[in-house]
């Protein structure tokens, strides 16, 4: 299994809004998208990484594995 990169809150925003996600409202920090009946919350904290924790649950969320996020992470 490859290396999962580490991208920033705003880096993930833009690439799941490349995949079709809409932002749907924000709360704080944390910005709501949806695809369909596909939710997920992105945290936005300047510019940190994501932890690796919550870059599981976005992926989970959004129901792409670890394998094909690192694929197509750098397309």
Do not use: C, Y
């Amino acid at each position: 299994m490859p290396k999962l990169p580490r991208p920033t809150g705003k880096e993930m925003l833009a690439f799941l809004e490349s995949r079709g996600f809409t932002l749907v409202r924000v709360h704080g920090s944390h910005h709501i998208l949806r695809n369909g009946h596909v939710r997920t919350s992105v945290p936005i904290h300047g510019n940190n990484q994501l932890k690796i924790g919550t870059l599981h649950g976005i992926l989970r969320d959004i129901r792409l594995s670890a394998e094909e996020f690192a694929d197509t992470w750098g397309s």
